[in-house]
């Protein structure tokens, strides 16, 4: 508790920014704040964590989504030390609902990128032409490097803010994937499989779920034998 209360997770919005149903989360008002009741948080993040555990001593993939500048470093560093995908600069639509076409774009490439570190490209292509493609690959690079490690299927989300990443949120609905959703005060809790109310734009408060989530991942993972 006095960890969570010293990474900021109890602060939410003013009240006047409160979803309905996140009452029940809710302690009190310190400064025209609303204070999470830290205690219902500890609940909901052991729920969130026990899911995870699961996933990971199953084996299953879980895509790690945040996009807020706050959070997009601690989002793409949570994924890259599972080994996991993730989306860190912007969810791009379809990823759930329209997956051949994600995954033919992601093919695409990772073998432009392939030719590149070959020296295909080189032989191939004149300057002019290089430099064209290399702009191509920066662009793929910040929207589809994320992506590779969904080759296997994915299982779950964990979202950074579901009322931010709503297009994630929709296609996660539709296809009827479990999600894990760090939100604030604004947010309707009902919206995701297993929701954690605390501070979602705070690094130090987000940094620290995350690294609970992350680590609970990893206990699953090493009780399968597959320890990251």
Same mark, same amino acid.
């Given at each position: 508790? #006095?960890?969570? +209360?010293?990474?900021?997770? =109890?602060?939410g919005y003013s009240? @006047?920014?409160?979803?309905?149903?996140?009452?029940?989360?809710?302690?009190g008002i310190?400064?025209?704040? %609303?204070?999470?009741?830290?205690?219902?948080t500890?609940?909901?993040?052991?729920?969130?964590?026990?899911f995870?555990?699961?996933?990971?001593?199953?084996?299953?993939?879980?895509m790690?989504?945040?996009?807020? &500048?706050?959070?997009?470093?601690?989002?793409?560093?949570?994924?890259?030390e599972?080994?996991? &995908? /993730?989306?860190? #600069?912007?969810? *791009?639509?379809?990823?759930?609902?329209?997956?051949? !076409?994600i995954?033919d774009?992601?093919?695409?490439?990772?073998?432009?990128?392939?030719?590149?570190?070959?020296?295909?490209?080189?032989?191939?292509?004149?300057?002019?032409e290089? @430099?064209? !493609?290399?702009?191509? *690959?920066?662009?793929?690079?910040?929207?589809?490097?994320?992506?590779? %490690?969904?080759?296997?299927?994915l #299982?779950?989300?964990? *979202?950074?803010?579901?009322? #931010?990443?709503?297009?994630a949120? =929709?296609e996660?609905?539709?296809?009827?994937?479990?999600?894990?959703?760090?939100m604030?005060?604004d947010?309707? $809790?009902?919206?995701?499989? /297993? &929701?954690i &109310?605390?501070?979602?734009?705070? $690094? @130090?408060?987000?940094?620290? !779920? +995350?690294?609970?989530l992350k680590?609970? /991942?990893q206990?699953?993972?090493?009780?399968?034998?597959?320890?990251?």
């Amino acid at each position: 508790m #006095e960890e969570m +209360l010293k990474a900021g997770l =109890h602060f939410g919005y003013s009240r @006047s920014r409160r979803y309905p149903k996140m009452g029940p989360y809710i302690y009190g008002i310190r400064n025209n704040v %609303e204070v999470f009741d830290v205690e219902r948080t500890r609940e909901c993040l052991r729920a969130a964590e026990a899911f995870l555990e699961k996933l990971g001593s199953a084996k299953k993939v879980v895509m790690w989504v945040g996009t807020k &500048p706050s959070v997009r470093s601690l989002v793409e560093e949570t994924a890259k030390e599972l080994g996991a &995908p /993730y989306v860190a #600069e912007r969810w *791009l639509g379809g990823t759930l609902t329209n997956a051949k !076409i994600i995954r033919d774009r992601l093919k695409y490439f990772v073998d432009l990128r392939a030719k590149k570190v070959s020296g295909e490209l080189a032989a191939k292509y004149t300057k002019k032409e290089q @430099s064209k !493609i290399s702009r191509e *690959l920066s662009k793929l690079e910040r929207y589809f490097g994320g992506l590779e %490690e969904t080759k296997n299927g994915l #299982e779950a989300l964990v *979202l950074v803010d579901p009322k #931010e990443e709503k297009t994630a949120l =929709h296609e996660s609905l539709k296809v009827k994937m479990p999600t894990v959703g760090i939100m604030s005060s604004d947010s309707d $809790p009902r919206t995701v499989t /297993y &929701p954690i &109310p605390a501070n979602d734009t705070s $690094p @130090s408060s987000v940094g620290y !779920i +995350l690294r609970r989530l992350k680590s609970a /991942y990893q206990r699953g993972l090493a009780s399968s034998g597959d320890a990251k």
